[in-house]
């Protein structure tokens, strides 16, 4: 069987190993030395969780703006709290933690100490001079004028934790609520016995819309226009989800295992249907919306004019992810256009569409890879025409983080932008509506995370590399411009130990053209003169992209390196946020998996350091990594020798349907069947690791289980491991220890610790 890998043709990398690094020895330790690697890892993996401090700064803004609070953990649980006034520059402790501390004491009956105040602050009022806090899963507030604290149910309205990831959109699609008030608070809509009836906010009348509602198809989700004349509500055919099953099989105080089930969409599987109405609150009139019924996710929103509220603008996706369509429908006579109409050969990601009505102008911001990358394009909602394409290039706009209709400006991230530099890093940037006057607020190299201030006037910015810790600075949302340097994180624990950090390497995907980014961990005592098997960590799901862009002092790879082994992460073709032709390899074809970048990428590191052992290449990976994990020795067994698959979707027929009809597409065909790890487990060839939680309720136990069925019958040697109470996981601590001990057998060739004689 040949799986298709898009339009681009599949090259075989050529490379030769000098005749020096071919004589270098393959690593292979002892037994005792193994024992004490895994000693050696176990310790440094305890030392290493506490030894890089003030590494982020999440701050708790003043309601407006301009002075903030952020705290730090430290070593041996020292706690530090720091005030940092945008406006003056400065920098303060910004409370006594000596009288807070009394005070807290008192509040609470417990001994807590100034420095290790274990409280988490959550929103700040300088003007009243009030701050709130969580203790445990309390909420505290503190007066600053005399230190009285007191215990509160919730934050005051309008504070809320900073997430430090800026303005976060809502959903696209929603179910409105079924008891809604007009805009002009003169009625209420509710639904009753099915039906949808609209009370007088005083109680003197109420009017029954409609009668025909049954619980089979019953009314519902009912959205009201701004000038409170009319109603949209849908008629709706509720679809109940047929139900996966599992036992629980270790419950304590039982003698019998516990049948659990819950419902479940898998591929194909139908959906609850919305039919269109709207409704005339002055005459009761039905009008039908002429679209077709919605069978795909929800009720969509509904955008009316502001100039004219009966006319109003919702959103369509067809089932398969290759059409979506912004709609307008005249709520007088139902009739309705379209307004925008994108469609793919391929898939659109529609999760990642962005949209953004703006009634004001009739206009509509939204991203489309109609161009090949991710951008953000101006739509005129009156014409349905593309006003103008705001951003442009070979970059990809990754989120947009706020607008400002009145100044007609946008700020976003993108990637990909800066040349030379790694193209998933994530800048931010503003620029005009009408695509001009592009500003980089963060470009220094690295990847970029902000909170922006209340008032929008500066932004907190910290960035980092893999091996280059972060550092964090004040800036100017309007210029861009540093004000502040905030704190660089502290590694000095870390240096003492002589970690080895993650090293990032670039080399050309299966086109010889294309660059495939990864990072590479090797031991910390790793000796250049020798060679060592490897282990890639896969993850190929094509709604992301997985290798670690921040600062990584320490991690599982490497302390799976630390046994031996060079771990590397890639993202090959078919993973997201490059262009979309790098993405639509993944296009019904899940299965490809980056694979042949992956093998590319991994023999040029070998041909550049000596120290990679391409004969001995094993992987691992959790969920659709798990499904990667096993796919490398069934469709790649001249590569990869060794492989520990958890919790795999092993059959994308059984997984979740959201998921898996984005990437594979609609209607189910063959193609699910072919690119089955079940229908071709009798390829396996290799070392095989199946782990599973027998209470997975992601990806169903049975898609292991099945993979286990079918190559018992094929007669095939490989390993189980059935987990007890778990649910999706690659095995929790147990699992990762066999994990280890599979590969230090099957990859260097060593009998792990017999703990059991321990």
Same mark, same amino acid.
């Given at each position: 069987?040949?799986?298709?890998?898009?339009?681009?043709?599949?090259?075989s990398?050529?490379?030769?190993?000098?005749?020096?690094?071919?004589?270098?020895?393959?690593?292979?330790?002892?037994?005792?030395?193994?024992?004490?690697?895994?000693?050696?890892?176990?310790?440094?993996?305890?030392?290493?969780?506490?030894?890089?401090?003030?590494?982020?700064?999440?701050?708790?803004?003043?309601?407006k @703006?301009?002075?903030?609070w952020?705290?730090?953990?430290?070593?041996?649980?020292?706690?530090?709290?720091?005030?940092?006034?945008?406006?003056?520059?400065?920098?303060?402790?910004?409370?006594?933690?000596?009288?807070?501390?009394e005070?807290?004491?008192?509040?609470?009956?417990?001994?807590?100490q100034?420095?290790?105040?274990?409280?988490?602050?959550?929103?700040?009022d300088?003007?009243?001079?009030v701050?709130?806090?969580?203790?445990?899963?309390?909420?505290?507030?503190?007066?600053?004028?005399d230190?009285?604290?007191?215990?509160?149910?919730?934050?005051?309205?309008?504070?809320?934790?900073?997430?430090?990831?800026?303005?976060?959109?809502?959903?696209?699609?929603?179910?409105?609520?079924?008891?809604?008030?007009?805009?002009?608070?003169?009625?209420?809509?509710?639904?009753?016995?099915?039906?949808?009836?609209?009370?007088?906010?005083?109680g003197?009348?109420?009017?029954?819309?409609?009668?025909?509602?049954?619980?089979?198809?019953?009314?519902?989700?009912?959205?009201?226009?701004?000038?409170?004349?009319?109603i949209?509500?849908?008629?709706?055919?509720?679809?109940?989800?047929?139900?996966?099953y599992?036992?629980?099989?270790?419950?304590?105080?039982?003698?019998?295992?516990?049948?659990?089930?819950?419902?479940?969409?898998?591929?194909?599987?139908?959906?609850?249907?919305?039919?269109?109405?709207v409704?005339?609150?002055?005459?009761?009139?039905?009008?039908?919306?002429?679209?077709?019924?919605?069978?795909?996710?929800?009720?969509?929103?509904?955008?009316?004019?502001?100039?004219?509220?009966?006319y109003?603008?919702?959103?369509?996706?067809?089932?398969?992810?290759q059409?979506?369509?912004?709609?307008?429908?005249?709520?007088?006579?139902?009739?309705t256009?379209?307004?925008?109409?994108e469609?793919?050969?391929?898939?659109?990601?529609?999760?990642?569409?962005?949209?953004?009505?703006l009634?004001?102008?009739?206009?509509?911001?939204?991203?489309?890879?109609?161009?090949?990358?991710?951008?953000?394009?101006?739509?005129?909602?009156?014409?349905g025409?593309?006003?103008?394409?705001?951003?442009?290039?070979?970059?990809?706009v990754?989120?947009?983080?706020?607008?400002?209709?009145?100044?007609?400006?946008?700020?976003?991230r993108?990637?990909?932008?800066?040349?030379?530099?790694?193209?998933?890093?994530?800048?931010?940037?503003?620029?005009?509506?009408?695509?001009?006057?592009?500003?980089?607020?963060n470009?220094?190299?690295?990847?970029?995370?902000?909170?922006?201030?209340?008032?929008?006037?500066?932004?907190?910015?910290?960035?980092?590399?893999?091996?280059?810790?972060?550092?964090?600075?004040?800036?100017s949302?309007?210029?861009?411009?540093?004000?502040?340097?905030?704190?660089?994180?502290?590694?000095s624990? +870390?240096?003492?130990?002589?970690?080895?950090?993650?090293?990032?390497?670039?080399?050309?995907?299966?086109d010889?053209?294309?660059?495939?980014?990864?990072?590479?961990?090797?031991?910390?005592?790793f000796?250049?003169?020798?060679?060592?098997?490897?282990?890639?960590?896969?993850?190929?799901?094509?709604?992301?992209?997985?290798?670690p862009?921040?600062?990584?002092?320490?991690?599982?790879?490497?302390?799976?390196?630390?046994?031996?082994?060079?771990?590397?992460?890639?993202?090959?073709?078919?993973?997201?946020?490059?262009?979309?032709?790098?993405?639509?390899?993944?296009?019904k074809?899940?299965?490809?998996?980056?694979?042949?970048?992956?093998?590319?990428?991994?023999?040029?590191?070998?041909?550049?350091?000596?120290?990679?052992?391409?004969?001995?290449?094993?992987?691992?990976?959790?969920s659709?990594?798990?499904?990667?994990?096993?796919?490398?020795?069934?469709?790649?067994?001249?590569?990869?020798?060794?492989?520990?698959?958890?919790? @795999?979707?092993?059959?994308?027929r059984?997984?979740?349907?959201?998921?898996?009809? !984005?990437?594979? @597409?609609?209607?189910?065909?063959?193609?699910?069947?072919?690119?089955?790890?079940?229908?071709?487990?009798?390829?396996?060839?290799g070392?095989?690791? +199946?782990?599973?939680?027998?209470?997975?309720?992601?990806?169903?136990?049975?898609?292991?289980?099945?993979?286990?069925?079918a190559?018992?019958?094929?007669?095939k !040697?490989?390993?189980?491991?059935?987990?007890?109470?778990?649910?999706?996981?690659?095995?929790g601590?147990?699992?990762?220890?066999?994990?280890?001990?599979?590969?230090v057998?099957?990859?260097?060739?060593?009998?792990?610790?017999?703990?059991?004689? +321990?």
């Amino acid at each position: 069987m040949i799986f298709r890998t898009g339009t681009v043709a599949i090259m075989s990398l050529a490379f030769s190993i000098n005749s020096f690094s071919q004589q270098y020895p393959s690593y292979h330790p002892t037994a005792a030395e193994i024992v004490m690697r895994y000693e050696k890892a176990k310790i440094t993996d305890s030392l290493a969780k506490q030894s890089v401090f003030r590494t982020s700064v999440q701050p708790v803004w003043d309601k407006k @703006g301009g002075l903030f609070w952020f705290q730090n953990l430290l070593a041996d649980s020292v706690m530090e709290f720091i005030a940092i006034d945008a406006v003056k520059k400065t920098r303060q402790e910004p409370f006594s933690t000596n009288r807070f501390t009394e005070a807290l004491n008192k509040t609470t009956g417990k001994m807590y100490q100034p420095s290790r105040l274990p409280i988490r602050i959550t929103f700040l009022d300088t003007e009243q001079k009030v701050f709130g806090f969580t203790l445990g899963p309390d909420r505290y507030t503190c007066d600053l004028n005399d230190y009285s604290i007191q215990k509160k149910q919730k934050d005051p309205a309008g504070f809320r934790f900073s997430n430090g990831n800026g303005w976060t959109r809502r959903s696209r699609w929603m179910d409105y609520s079924t008891d809604s008030t007009s805009p002009d608070k003169n009625w209420k809509a509710v639904i009753k016995n099915n039906n949808i009836t609209i009370v007088a906010s005083d109680g003197s009348k109420e009017q029954q819309l409609t009668n025909d509602g049954i619980p089979e198809l019953h009314w519902g989700s009912v959205a009201w226009s701004p000038d409170s004349k009319y109603i949209v509500a849908y008629r709706i055919k509720p679809y109940q989800d047929s139900l996966i099953y599992y036992v629980t099989k270790a419950v304590p105080g039982t003698s019998r295992g516990q049948m659990h089930s819950m419902p479940y969409k898998q591929p194909g599987d139908p959906f609850t249907t919305y039919e269109m109405f709207v409704y005339s609150i002055a005459d009761g009139k039905q009008v039908k919306v002429r679209t077709d019924i919605i069978d795909f996710f929800g009720a969509p929103y509904v955008h009316f004019r502001k100039n004219d509220p009966r006319y109003f603008l919702f959103e369509k996706v067809d089932r398969g992810h290759q059409r979506f369509r912004i709609m307008e429908a005249d709520a007088l006579t139902g009739t309705t256009r379209t307004v925008y109409d994108e469609q793919a050969t391929t898939f659109i990601y529609e999760s990642r569409i962005y949209t953004e009505y703006l009634p004001e102008t009739n206009e509509v911001l939204l991203t489309s890879e109609r161009d090949g990358w991710r951008h953000i394009y101006l739509l005129d909602a009156m014409s349905g025409k593309i006003r103008n394409q705001v951003t442009r290039g070979n970059w990809v706009v990754k989120e947009i983080d706020s607008i400002d209709s009145r100044k007609r400006e946008i700020w976003f991230r993108a990637a990909g932008i800066n040349p030379g530099e790694d193209p998933y890093n994530v800048h931010h940037y503003r620029i005009r509506f009408d695509g001009k006057n592009l500003v980089a607020l963060n470009p220094e190299p690295g990847n970029h995370s902000v909170s922006y201030s209340p008032d929008g006037k500066y932004m907190v910015n910290t960035w980092s590399q893999v091996n280059i810790a972060p550092i964090t600075v004040l800036r100017s949302v309007e210029t861009g411009k540093p004000l502040m340097n905030i704190q660089h994180a502290d590694t000095s624990r +870390l240096l003492v130990l002589k970690m080895s950090l993650p090293m990032p390497f670039r080399a050309k995907g299966r086109d010889g053209i294309t660059d495939i980014w990864g990072v590479v961990c090797r031991p910390s005592d790793f000796d250049s003169a020798k060679k060592y098997p490897v282990i890639e960590n896969i993850y190929a799901g094509p709604q992301d992209a997985f290798v670690p862009k921040n600062y990584l002092p320490y991690g599982e790879m490497q302390s799976i390196a630390e046994l031996g082994f060079i771990v590397v992460q890639i993202d090959g073709m078919g993973t997201a946020n490059r262009s979309k032709a790098f993405h639509d390899v993944a296009w019904k074809n899940i299965a490809d998996a980056g694979f042949p970048d992956r093998k590319a990428w991994i023999r040029s590191l070998a041909a550049q350091y000596p120290w990679v052992d391409t004969s001995k290449v094993g992987l691992y990976g959790t969920s659709a990594g798990g499904q990667n994990a096993m796919g490398g020795l069934l469709f790649h067994p001249d590569f990869y020798k060794a492989a520990v698959s958890s919790c @795999g979707c092993h059959d994308n027929r059984v997984d979740k349907q959201w998921w898996n009809e !984005q990437w594979m @597409g609609y209607p189910v065909g063959k193609h699910y069947d072919e690119q089955s790890n079940i229908t071709n487990a009798y390829r396996l060839k290799g070392d095989l690791l +199946l782990i599973v939680g027998d209470e997975d309720s992601n990806v169903p136990p049975e898609s292991t289980y099945r993979v286990v069925d079918a190559l018992i019958k094929c007669n095939k !040697q490989f390993d189980f491991l059935s987990i007890p109470g778990m649910g999706h996981s690659d095995g929790g601590n147990y699992g990762r220890m066999r994990k280890r001990d599979f590969f230090v057998k099957s990859l260097l060739g060593v009998d792990p610790p017999k703990r059991n004689a +321990l």
